[in-house]
């Protein structure tokens, strides 16, 4: 991914930062064996997990942490999106639609 094309507001497609990459995971098998590393992109969830997540689905959750702070639209749980782990700080629109578009993720953590 090439940064400078994301620069807001458009510009000439030049940016200090350079690029993005995205790497795969080492994931050991939880047999408690000796085993090597599979190396995967996606980390997929067990159906236990699954039905813990519906179940969260139907929780309230609050719009207002108080009186002044709150957020512009109800929250809610959506299960069966994908999410995504960052080592930068996400807040920029294009970037974010970016990774919807491409990964498919809705949401990503730092």
Known sequence: ????NYNVPQGDGNNMLGSIGYS?????SVTGQTNSPQKVFW???TQEWLHLAADLERMELLQCV???LCLPQKPK???GLKAATANIFVDNAPYRNFLYDTFGVSSSDM
């Open 1 to 4: 991914l090439d940064v400078g």
């Open 24 to 28: 795969y995971e080492e994931l050991y």
């Open 43 to 45: 980390i997929n969830t």
């Open 66 to 68: 108080n009186s002044t």
């Open 77 to 79: 749980l959506v299960v």
